[in-house]
């Protein structure tokens, strides 16, 4: 009854996807423009303190805001470690954040955990330690209005796309017999067909927006 719950709710608010121009940072491929950046001088490493990507400007507004996390799922006979969105917002409930270092994002302190994004068009997940021969870095972008006006803060994408897709999971039982918390997918829309990772099948997603980086 929880999952019914949550898609009403997904179903009840939709609004249209703003047209946005991807705008690169000044500084590309450092944590420069990254929310939290830390100034540590000359010599010193390049990094930010904690941060976070939440869906922002989806065309179903209860889904702006929710943070994401490290999920599992099957994956051509294996496990695949990726992000997704959890339903789970409250900070009362323990949650992994991320660091930017040398302009790439990881989970949580330790920076042994990189997270960058798969060259597979169909299924351009976030993937936790993945070969950089099947992924690209992930780049930050602000986005500009049809107006010239920029959107607040910063955005995360690749190849400039900055647009997500976004699709409902269901929770699948564990070990333990309980079922786990449903969640939502989030791949990177709009990259070209890489010959070296060549795309695999995948859904069309359900809803469509930006990934924010903010403070955590």
């Known amino acids: 009854m929880k999952y019914l719950a949550i898609l009403s709710v997904l179903a009840s608010a939709s609004t249209a996807l703003p047209s946005v121009t991807p705008i690169p940072v000044r500084w590309p491929g450092t944590c420069t423009n990254w929310p939290q950046w830390l100034n540590t001088g000359p010599g010193g490493p390049d990094t930010t303190g904690s941060i976070m990507f939440v869906p922002a400007n989806v065309d179903d507004d209860t889904i702006n805001g929710l943070p994401l996390q490290q999920q599992q799922t099957p994956w051509q006979g294996s496990t695949r470690e990726l992000l997704g969105v959890t ?12 660091r930017c270092r040398d302009g790439i994002p990881s989970i949580g302190p330790s920076l042994s955990q990189n997270i960058t994004i798969s060259r597979d068009m169909r299924n351009a997940h976030l993937l936790v330690n993945a070969p950089a021969s099947q992924t690209y870095e992930p780049e930050i972008y602000y986005l500009e209005g049809e107006d010239g006006k920029r959107l607040d803060g910063v955005y995360l994408g690749a190849l400039n796309q900055t647009k997500w897709g976004f699709s409902y999971i269901e929770g699948k039982c564990g070990a333990n017999g309980k079922a786990g918390w449903p969640w939502l997918e989030a791949k990177l829309l709009g990259l070209p067909v890489d010959e070296t990772v060549p795309p695999t099948a995948g859904y069309d997603s359900e809803w469509e927006g930006f990934l924010k980086i903010i403070p955590y």
């Open 87 to 98: 339903f789970v917002a409250s900070r009362h409930f323990a949650k992994a954040y991320f």
